[in-house]
């Protein structure tokens, strides 16, 4: 059999890359099982199908992103911003409720915000610098009082 007759992978003939088989490019374009590259790229395509199948919606990750920033926001402020009333023990824990939930009133804030400036006036960056805007200051005055009060 003429490797370059099913496009070997050394052959460079271009039968794939240039349709030679009827479908070019790939997956299953010559239909051999006796081609190299076919048969890589059909296990390509099942190993990236079934990797797609064991992720997690955007959604979810969204969301599990979102939980971390806010999470990862909570300990920077503990460290820096809010040193002098550190929180620690039982009180970070709490603290990091009230902050999770602040935020997360914040955060709907924000898209709510930046959705109705954007239906307003489409310029995609001034909404979304208006809904930064509100969700900012929200953040900031509100876990002020709540999470880093002082009794």
Do not use: K
């Amino acid at each position: 059999m003429n490797p370059r007759a099913h496009g070997d992978i050394s052959a460079g003939d271009g039968q794939h890359e240039t349709g030679g088989f009827g479908g070019g490019a790939g997956a299953g374009a010559c239909a051999s099982s006796n081609c190299r590259r076919c048969s890589a790229s059909a296990s390509t395509a099942r190993a990236s199908s079934t990797a797609r199948s064991r992720s997690i919606s955007p959604r979810a990750a969204q969301t599990l992103a979102t939980i971390g920033a806010i999470t990862w926001n909570l300990v920077l402020n503990n460290l820096f911003t809010y040193r002098d009333q550190r929180l620690s023990g039982w009180s970070f824990v709490t603290g990091l409720f009230r902050f999770q939930v602040i935020c997360a009133v914040g955060a709907i804030s924000n898209v709510g915000i930046a959705t109705w400036i954007y239906d307003y006036d489409s310029v995609w960056w001034i909404a979304g610098l208006g809904g930064a805007l509100i969700g900012t200051v929200w953040n900031f005055a509100v876990s002020a009082a709540f999470v880093w009060r002082t009794p």
